[in-house]
C-alpha cells in the first residue's frame, strides 16, 4: 500500500477589516457655498499627505443639488486613526479655515451593511 500525502486544509478566508467610515453634512452658512466647497477642496488637496500618514484612506466629495450641503464622505484605517488626525494641529487648523463658512455639521460614523450592484445578463 503507498502512501499519500494528506492534502493541507485550505486556509479559512479571514475579511479584511473595514474602513471606519463618516459620512460628513456640512451646511454652508448663507451666501457662502460655493467658497465652501472651494476652500473644502483646496483643504483636501493641502492635507492629503499628512491626513494619509495618520490612517486616512480617501474621501468622496457630494453637492446637493439643490447646494443645500456638502456631503464628504471620509474612509480611515480604523475609529483610532480618525481620532488621532481629529487631534493634530494640521486638522485643527483645517477647521479654523472652513469655521466661518459653515452653519452645521453633522459627522455620522456608518458601516458597510451590505453593497448592491446592477447585473446584466
Known amino acids: 500500500m503507498t502512501a499519500r500525502p494528506v492534502p493541507a486544509p485550505s486556509p479559512i478566508p479571514v475579511e479584511a477589516p473595514l474602513p471606519y467610515t463618516l459620512v460628513n453634512i456640512f451646511t ?7 467658497r465652501l466647497l472651494d476652500v473644502q477642496m483646496q483643504e483636501m488637496a493641502r492635507m492629503n499627505e499628512a491626513a494619509a500618514e495618520a490612517g486616512w484612506l480617501g474621501n468622496e466629495v457630494y453637492w446637493a443639488s ?22 493634530t494641529p494640521d486638522f485643527a487648523a483645517h477647521l479654523e479655515r472652513i469655521a ?6 453633522d459627522s455620522i ?5 451590505a453593497s448592491h450592484s446592477a447585473q446584466r445578463g
Request: some cysteine; glycine content about 4%; hydrophobic content about 50%.
Open 66 to 87: 439643490d447646494s443645500s450641503c456638502l456631503v464628504v464622505i471620509t474612509r480611515f484605517t480604523d475609529a483610532m486613526a480618525a481620532a488621532n488626525w481629529r487631534a
Open 28 to 34: 454652508p452658512t448663507g451666501g457662502t457655498a460655493d
Open 109 to 113: 460614523p456608518v458601516e458597510l451593511i
Open 100 to 105: 466661518p463658512l459653515i452653519a452645521r455639521v
